[in-house]
């Protein structure tokens, strides 16, 4: 979240042919065929659609929970800026990491406190253990620095139950 004021903080919007990296393995989308960057644009614009029944089964099939962009933002990561509770618990599920941060250090739980997602920060922090102090701005700043006093709460009673003080 480097500047939480202007729209450019957002996570990315679709982009052209550099869409899909997976987190393990680091591969030049501009080597993928035309047909497995059009799949990935789909399965990012359905986790930003909080689409869980149609990204389900792709990650059910073997689709990387941890698939990243061109500029790191994880499904999880769109899905929790966007605001969908249902879809990060799914992606939570398949194993997706809660606190993998994308390029500009922003963490999922940060994205969704930023936003005021408070069902997406009960799910992260409850299922996904995330980490409260993760990224820059980290979520307990973001949570202060929005005066999200309900958020900052749930985010002060993660630390304690998770030992992250």
Do not use: W
Not at 61 to 88: F, K, Q, R, S, W
Not at 146 to 160: T, Y
Request: proline letters at 6%; glycine letters at 8%.
């Amino acid at each position: 979240m480097t500047d939480q004021t202007h729209p450019s903080s957002a996570p990315s919007q679709p982009s052209s042919s550099n869409e899909a990296t997976a987190t393990s393995t680091t591969r030049d989308a501009s080597s993928l065929p035309p047909e497995a960057i059009e799949l990935a644009t789909k399965l990012f614009d359905h986790a930003r659609a909080g689409s869980t029944t149609s990204l389900q089964p792709y990650v059910q099939a073997g689709i990387p929970p941890n698939l990243t962009n061109g500029t790191g933002d994880t499904l999880l990561m769109l899905a929790a800026y966007h605001g969908h509770a249902e879809t990060v618990s799914m992606l939570l599920d398949a194993g997706a990491d809660a606190n993998a941060l994308n390029d500009r250090g922003q963490s999922p739980l940060a994205g969704s406190v930023f936003k005021g997602y408070m069902d997406v920060v009960r799910v992260l922090v409850e299922k996904g253990h995330a980490d409260v102090n993760a990224g820059h701005p980290n979520a307990v700043d973001c949570a202060k620095m929005f005066k999200r006093n309900d958020l900052l709460a749930i985010l002060e009673g993660s630390q304690a139950v998770n030992g992250n003080t």
